[in-house]
């Protein structure tokens, strides 16, 4: 039995990065630690995703979101 404060539900995990190999690498070693991941390649859609909610963890190309509208 897991203990009381450990959360056992599949992290979501949102992924903002448009270079392929490195979103490839970054998804692959999620998976391997059984965590979901959502990947987009434009900020403007991680932004819009991070506020309609549902993810544990966010990781972001911040170079990406220095073009990004505020």
């Not at 690498?25 to 909610?53: D, F, K, Q, Y």
């Amino acid at each position: 039995m897991p203990h009381p404060n450990v959360n056992t539900m599949t992290p979501s995990i949102l992924l903002v990065e448009d270079d392929r190999l490195i979103a490839d690498n970054v998804i692959l070693a999620l998976a391997r630690e059984n965590m979901n991941c959502r990947h987009v390649t434009l900020a403007a859609e991680g932004l819009a995703l991070l506020a309609a909610g549902g993810f544990d963890l966010a990781i972001l190309d911040v170079t990406g979101f220095r073009h990004a509208p505020e």
